[in-house]
């Protein structure tokens, strides 16, 4: 009888180390898929002088009447797209939301950096010069102040104080007729 007790201690056990080990082995992983993201946004974080300096040269450009082409080094998102999905469910409601508005800003600077001289020309065959510069200069305003937004996220982000994005911290009732600003 002793030795069925020593067995299924035993199996107890080493079930208990198998199962400890894996866990170890996930953490670690998490860990390092957390340090890989947050060194993600530090390097966009120092992408962003880059871009304000192509939206001001646009701006220039577009004042003086010319036309300059907005494509540029897109943000690096390689870790947040690969790992985000497996791993959010472990972030917090502020980091997930944090970094979800963080990485949605990139993608609409991106993608409006690189098709905005395409629309100004084919906008040509439908409207006045003046009106579609003006309409664009709007627009890269617009995108200026987004890279704001978004260094002032990625900063708090960094530091391990996401801003709270979504105002969960208020009460729905609160809110939901509110007139938001960018934050």
């Not at 953490?27 to 880059?50: C, D, F, I």
């Not at 972030?91 to 990485?103: A, K, T, V």
């Not at 001289?117 to 510069?133: A, F, M, N, P, Y």
């Not at 969960?168 to 007139?179: G, P, T, W």
Request: charged share 25%; with cysteine.
């Amino acid at each position: 009888m002793s030795e069925g007790i020593s067995g299924i201690i035993g199996v107890c056990v080493g079930f208990a180390l198998a199962v400890g080990y894996q866990e170890l082995k996930e953490w670690r992983h998490r860990k390092a898929m957390r340090a890989a993201l947050l060194a993600e946004l530090k390097s966009n974080l120092y992408m962003l002088p880059q871009k304000r300096d192509i939206i001001s040269q646009i701006l220039q450009n577009l004042s003086a009447g010319r036309l300059l082409p907005g494509d540029s080094v897109r943000f690096s998102s390689g870790i947040y797209e690969a790992h985000y999905p497996t791993l959010s469910w472990r972030y917090s409601d502020l980091e997930r939301n944090s970094l979800h508005f963080i990485y949605e800003r990139f993608r609409i600077i991106d993608s409006t950096l690189a098709g905005y001289s395409d629309h100004i020309v084919e906008s040509l065959q439908s409207g006045s010069l003046k009106d579609i510069i003006g309409i664009q200069t709007a627009k890269m305003t617009d995108i200026a102040k987004e890279l704001n937004v978004a260094e002032k996220l990625i900063s708090e982000h960094l530091a391990n104080r996401p801003a709270d994005v979504l105002h969960l911290s208020k009460d729905y009732k609160e809110i939901k007729d509110a007139a938001f600003r960018k934050t």
